[in-house]
């Protein structure tokens, strides 16, 4: 309920970020509709907003506010397209489009820069500066999808409950904080909604994924740097991570991942919020709100001598342990529900599970997490064509954790070995009738032939 102000104020802000450009911008969806222009497409064109916005481009063109278009041509090619345009007052203006994709490799806007043809010498030099805006903006419009796409998380379980509850609390303030927790328990959403649920929601949030970024580059990315810093460098110099997520929230993904030398100068960051760029001496203050995350289990590698101890102590402000899925199986079949209510949505799809089905994503143990389980539904709506999932159509590996018996459980030192394997055998069966409850499907699964399973089901009374 509380998403849509914040959407408007994100594109409020998106706005105002583009009335500083010195450049004219025009923002169209791919049919066209006029969705953006800043101010200083105005002055460079002689038209008001009033008259183009959510107006067809085509429909302008065939009005006489302007002679030429480039968005039917870069959406349809995908390839960025420069061209000379005469608006209805006779202003000469240069139009340079880029197509911005959606996931699905589809041509979703189309960013027009807009210049004056005095300018016509001067591109060369500013072409880079062309790209970061495009960057930028892509940035800002994935931030607002974000917002309304991933700001969920799904539970009925105890474990979840008091973990949400200790998010709200500590979002609230504006301490460090550090995310615990496997591989693909989905700490990028909860570092998405603490800063949601932040004094500082509408200020920007950034990430960046310490494991991806190369050693000798990751204090240039965090602290940025001065003109000519080093070889290759952008000759205006360019802002660090630290700066341009001022006032807003940093998110360092798999902090754990971080060398030692860049963790000390980590640490004097978040103590003093001071950065200097590289190749530069002037200190310069920020003002950020840290949370990092990580799968390590840092208090191991501070013995190790991997993770400085002053880091881990300066982190360790705030905890959240997020449980694996495995540890909450509560929390299983809602979330099953919802992924498959929502690429079901997305796909064009009507696939319904059967309760079997439901039984033994209870009883796979998810080592992949929240991430596998969202990759397998997308999976199986993609390639079965049945609205019906039946167990037959799950992976192997699944059927088989679903039946699984710890054969630890069967030792007993009064038993003989025969004894535990019958014991064995009739829990392995048993488990498999009441995941799949027929002959057929268990011989199946145990790659026997049938009169095998039946006489051993028989034997054991389980038919």
């Known amino acids: ?26 923002v169209t969806d791919a049919k066209g509709k006029t969705l953006v222009v800043n101010h200083k497409y105005e002055q460079l064109t002689g038209i008001n907003r009033e008259e183009i916005m959510g107006k067809l481009v085509t ?3 065939n009005q006489g506010i302007f002679d030429v278009i480039l968005n039917p041509e870069i959406v349809s090619t995908g390839q960025k397209k420069t061209m000379v345009q005469v608006t209805k007052v006779g202003k000469r203006v240069i139009l340079n489009g880029y197509p911005v994709f959606d996931e699905s490799g589809k041509v979703a806007l189309v960013v027009t820069f807009v210049r004056d043809i005095t300018l016509l010498c001067q591109l060369k030099d500013q072409i880079a500066n062309q790209q970061e805006v495009i960057d930028k903006f892509r ?11 991933n700001s969920y998380v799904i539970f009925e379980s105890k474990e979840m409950a008091e973990l949400m509850n200790l998010l709200e609390k500590v979002a609230r303030t504006d301490a460090t904080i550090l995310l615990l927790g496997e591989t693909g328990v989905g700490k990028d959403i909860y570092s998405r909604l603490i800063h949601e649920r932040s004094l500082r929601r509408k200020e920007p949030f950034f990430k960046v994924d310490c494991s991806t970024i190369p050693e000798n580059l990751i ?29 807003g929230t940093l998110f360092l993904d798999e902090i754990g991942e971080l060398p030692l030398l860049m963790q000390s100068k980590l640490l004097r960051a978040l103590q ?9 001496t002037k200190v310069r203050k920020f003002d950020v709100r840290f949370i990092a995350a990580t799968n390590r289990n840092l208090e191991e590698e501070v013995k190790n001598g991997r993770f400085r101890s002053d880091l881990f ?9 997020i449980p694996p899925l495995r540890e909450r199986q509560r929390d299983i079949l809602p979330l099953a529900r919802f992924l498959f209510e929502k690429y079901n949505v997305k796909f064009r799809r009507e696939v319904s599970i ?37 167990v037959c159509d799950l ?37 498999a009738f009441e995941v799949h409850g027929s002959v057929a499907k268990v011989a199946k699964l145990l790659k026997v032939d049938r009169t095998t399973i039946f006489r051993k089901a028989k034997k054991f009374s389980l038919i």
């Open 272 to 280: 003093d919020q001071e950065l200097i760029h590289v190749g530069s």
């Open 354 to 390: 059967t309760n079997e089905v439901g039984k033994v994503f209870q009883n796979y143990k998810w080592p992949g997490n929240v991430r596998e389980m969202d990759n397998l539904i997308q999976s199986l709506i993609i390639t079965h064509e049945k609205e019906i999932l039946e």
């Open 395 to 431: 992976p192997h590996f699944m059927l088989l954790d679903a039946i699984n018996v710890d054969p630890s459980s069967m030792c007993n030192e009064n038993k003989s070995l025969d004894e535990m394997m019958r014991d064995y055998e009739k829990k392995l069966l048993k488990n």
């Open 219 to 247: 204090e240039s990315e965090l602290f940025g740097y001065e003109a000519g810093a080093f070889s290759g460098a952008n000759t205006k110099g360019k802002l660090g991570l630290f700066e341009m997520a001022d006032k």
């Open 59 to 61: 429909d302008l063109r």
């Open 1 to 26: 309920m509380d998403e849509f102000p914040e959407r408007l104020d994100m594109e409020k802000l998106l706005e105002r970020i583009l009335d500083v450009l010195s450049d004219g911008i025009y």
């Open 313 to 321: 102590y300066r982190l360790r402000v705030a905890v959240l342990q």
């Open 139 to 149: 940035e800002v419009q994935s931030l607002i999808n974000k917002k309304l796409q």
